[in-house]
């Protein structure tokens, strides 16, 4: 048996894994696509403006179509009533009702405008004029839709629980919006919100984990995943300053990862101008969240994995070979880390989303400097594809500790299991430290 196989099957017998007795796992993913369009909607007014001009009653005045419905004897009643005319005044009452628009008081208070109103939030009578209304086929994506003074307009999608509804509500979306009008040098943003249920537990038990193991990988996941001017959205997806208390960060709105009280939302994937390499990122990000162990984040990690992130997403600096280095040994450690809810998704979704990743990382979006654009149908799973469970061990930089009940044993041998370069090292190892002879027997009997 492979390490990493070992290590897996340490962590099941934690009972420390997503899923264990077959509990209802269900999740929900949804993105805010930022454009540049320039405009506003009905929803985002406290009022509408065409009724401090109400076509309606400007037509009726101007046509005196009010006298149709005019009682002259209840007009002569009211005129001597305030003193306009003398109760035995020989005068016409219409010219009365003209001069001190009496015609407002007596028939149009008793007239109703409003009922069934033509002009009343119809953004073809819209005074501004640069109403944006939304088309029939993408409504029913939606969640709002809003003007952002950082870009422009907004369309928030509502939350899937299925990647292969939310692939195609996006690119509808897209499609309807117009790739022209998504502009990343122009701050366009996609953030992406995941949350989950499973059983009677959910993220918000975990949220902290999930924060920190996303802001983990967030420089690896830019550099796969971010147009070469993300740069230009800085000041919407900060990293922590600080590695002291980094997780009290989340709960900061601008944060990369930000903690919301509905969802983890993640901060530093652009709108999705190239649909395929948003829908990808997405099922990694999910991919992430569903696991609920945590990977160790020391200092040193998370100064390194803090520098290429602003060089990245700060500067649009270009990456040396030793931060390329580093990104390749965490490229491994997100494949270890992700790959059996991946291939969960892959099935979902009928990509294998295992070779795509592959290949996103190898031809990093980052370093694109063409409108080309990811296409996930290559990737489609023929009819009996097997994925390949055994993978050979590699020894990374960063190393990894799956929390279980004794944090300090799991601890323990999960570092002997990455130090180790096969099974019989890795049993050598345990029983030369003394570790308890019942593990060590049980962990015999899974090799």
């Known amino acids: 048996m492979e390490i990493d196989e070992v290590v897996d099957r340490i962590i099941e017998e934690s009972g420390k894994l997503l899923v264990t007795v077959k509990p209802e796992l269900r999740y929900k993913i949804g993105t805010e696509i930022e454009t540049i369009i320039e405009g506003r909607t009905c929803e985002a007014c406290d009022y509408c403006e065409i009724c401090d001009n109400c076509p309606v009653c400007l037509n009726c005045q101007e046509h005196r179509l009010y006298c149709q419905n005019c009682d002259k004897e209840e007009i002569r009643r009211y005129a001597i009533e305030q003193g306009y005319i003398d109760e035995d005044e ?26 069934d109103c033509n002009y009343f939030q119809n953004p073809e009578y819209c005074p501004h004029g640069d109403v944006y209304e939304i088309t029939d086929n993408i409504k029913q994506y939606l969640d709002d839709i809003y003007y952002d003074e950082s870009c422009g307009m907004e369309f928030v999608t509502k939350p899937f629980s299925s990647l292969k509804d939310y692939w195609k509500a996006v690119k509808e979306i897209v499609k309807v919006v117009g790739k022209e009008n998504i502009d990343i040098s122009e701050k366009c943003g996609g953030h992406i919100n995941i949350s989950w249920t499973n059983g009677n537990k959910s993220w918000l038990d975990y949220d902290t984990i999930i924060a920190s193991n996303i802001l983990f990988f ?34 900061n709105k601008y944060c990369c990862v930000h903690l919301k009280g509905y ?20 099922a990694t990000l999910l991919a992430i969240a569903l696991k609920t162990y945590e990977i160790p984040f020391d200092e040193p990690n998370f100064n390194k994995t803090k520098e290429i992130y602003e060089k990245i997403n700060y500067y649009g600096k270009e990456l040396n070979k030793l931060d390329k280095l580093y990104l390749r040994n965490k490229f491994k450690l997100l494949i270890k880390f992700i790959r059996k809810p991946l291939i969960k998704l892959s099935k979902e979704l009928g990509v294998n989303l295992l070779k795509a990743l592959e290949y996103r990382f190898k031809y990093p979006k980052y370093e694109e400097f063409t409108d080309s654009e990811f296409d996930l149908s290559k990737f489609a799973i023929k009819q009996n594809t097997k994925y390949r469970t ?14 279980e009940t004794d944090d300090k044993l799991n601890t323990i041998i999960t570092k002997i299991a990455w130090s180790s370069n096969n099974f ?4 050598s190892k345990l029983e030369s430290l003394g570790i308890d002879r019942k593990v060590v027997n049980q962990i015999k009997a899974w090799g």
């Open 390 to 403: 055994k993978s050979k061990t590699t020894q990374l930089q960063t190393k990894i500790i799956f929390v």
């Open 424 to 427: 019989n090292e890795f049993i």
């Open 218 to 251: 967030s420089d690896l996941l830019s550099y796969m995943f971010c147009f070469p001017d993300t740069y230009e959205r800085y000041e919407y997806k900060e990293f922590p300053d600080e590695y002291d208390n980094y997780k009290d960060h989340f709960i």
């Open 263 to 282: 969802a983890v939302e993640i901060r530093f994937p652009d709108s999705p101008k190239d649909v395929d390499n948003h829908v990808l990122l997405t």
């Open 90 to 115: 020989d005068i016409n009452i219409c010219d009365i009702c003209q001069e001190y628009n009496l015609y407002n008081v007596i028939i149009c208070e008793r007239c109703q405008p409003c009922a």
